[in-house]
């Protein structure tokens, strides 16, 4: 017989229907190890899934991607749980995941920790950033769901510790998809309310019933916030991406309020304190500046107040006596004096001074006379000058030189040859 050819086609497609129809393969749970990673703009995610001796192509499309915790990453031992299916047009076939989960860790584990190493890594945990709470506020925010606990504890104890504090309430939701959205519109709604503080959190839970504290958005919120923010989700040992950003950690709501308002006894127990101490502390200086007055009025000079100038009027007649000797003894010294210059012989004959005086002058200019170069020339002679300065010996002379002869009827100019 004649063999019956079929299309490649109706080959996939056979394969496909018995692939699909296997109620095994319809739902697999598959391990290995994450490669070839790849998110695509459509939001399909593309990979490849390994063990020592094979491998198998996955796909995991976007609707089921959008459920993803973390982001797988090459390398990473996983656990899938998903469906075999044939791509027919190229007679393939792959592993369509459902749901990915980190082997040995839970997924929301995973992507906790990633979260948490990208925004540390930005600076979003960093001490430099964190805000003082307010250590006397006047009005306290609190994001968080309307009913339950956390609320009514949070208002409780700041009435009973602090009453002089409003409390406003921003009520939000606190778990489910919706929860993280509502809680950033919340706090941001809340800087319009000229806050001191902000309390943002809910009471304790599951992992998966605080998810909403460790999402990026709300995180983000909390940082960006104008108001120092105190995060107070679940117990003491639970902790979330919140806690970590927020200005202050609190293990519990409860705590949250303690440490977001002092509580009043204490206050007023340290305002009596100083007040105590303040008034010993006048006292004390009220008794020691009065024993000083004391003492200072019992002083003999206090007593006797004549005695500050009788020594000083005893000083003052010194001094009057002694400035009436001193002025007569200057008196009669210089009347002395006076008196010799009077009766001496220059005062009585000051024209004999003056006749001295003129003699001397005469002598003086018949000095002067003699020694004129003027008279020398009248007798006959001449006066030689070179530049203005008298020639005294031949010697100093050299050819060229313009002479300046000077008789005593005028003078007459010549070179020396």
């Not at 769901?145 to 409780?156: M, R, V």
Request: net charge positive.
């Amino acid at each position: 017989m004649r063999p019956q050819y079929v299309t490649v086609s109706r080959v996939n497609q056979y394969i496909k229907r018995k692939l699909t129809k296997d109620k095994d393969l319809r739902n697999i749970f598959v391990k290995g190890e994450i490669s070839n990673f790849k998110v695509y703009p459509s939001g399909h995610c593309y990979f490849t899934l390994k063990d020592e001796r094979s491998q198998i192509s996955g796909v995991m499309f976007r609707n089921f991607a959008k459920s993803l915790k973390f982001k797988p990453k090459d390398g990473m031992k996983v656990l899938i749980e998903g469906e075999i299916n044939v791509y027919d047009v190229r007679g393939t076939y792959n592993l369509l995941a459902h749901k990915i989960s980190q082997d040995g860790l839970g997924d929301l584990y995973v992507a906790f920790e990633q979260l948490k190493k990208k925004l540390r890594n930005e600076g979003l945990f960093d001490d430099s950033y964190k805000k003082p709470i307010p250590k006397f506020p006047k009005r306290i925010g609190v994001v968080t769901a309307p009913t339950g606990a956390a609320i009514k504890d949070i208002i409780t104890t700041i009435k009973r510790r602090w009453p002089l504090c409003e409390v406003i309430l921003f009520p939000s939701l606190v778990q489910g998809e919706l929860a993280a959205p509502n809680i950033v519109r919340q706090i941001k709604n809340s800087e319009k309310y000229e806050l001191d503080t902000l309390i943002v959190g809910r009471g304790g839970g599951s992992i998966e019933d605080l998810w909403a504290f460790n999402e990026e958005i709300v995180a983000r919120a909390i940082f960006e916030c104008n108001v120092p923010v105190i995060s107070a989700v679940g117990h003491e040992v639970d902790y979330t991406i919140s806690d970590f950003v927020a200005d202050l950690r609190a293990p519990t709501p409860t705590a949250a309020a303690e440490l977001a308002v002092p509580k009043f006894s204490e206050i007023q127990n340290n305002l009596n304190d100083l007040d105590r101490r303040s008034n010993q502390a006048i006292k004390l200086k009220l008794s020691q500046y009065n024993l000083r007055f004391k003492n200072i009025i019992n002083k003999n000079i206090f007593k006797n107040p004549d005695l500050i100038y009788r020594n000083e009027q005893l000083k003052l007649d010194e001094l009057v006596l002694k400035l009436n000797f001193e002025s007569k003894n200057l008196v009669s010294t210089n009347k002395n004096k006076l008196s010799e210059i009077k009766n001496s012989f220059i005062f009585k004959n000051p024209k004999m001074i003056m006749d001295k005086k003129s003699n001397q002058l005469l002598n003086n200019i018949n000095k002067l006379e003699v020694l004129n170069p003027l008279n020398t020339v009248k007798r006959g002679y001449t006066l030689a000058k070179v530049d203005g300065k008298v020639v005294s010996s031949s010697k100093t002379l050299k050819k060229g030189d313009k002479l300046e002869v000077e008789f005593k009827d005028g003078s007459v100019n010549t070179e020396v040859i």
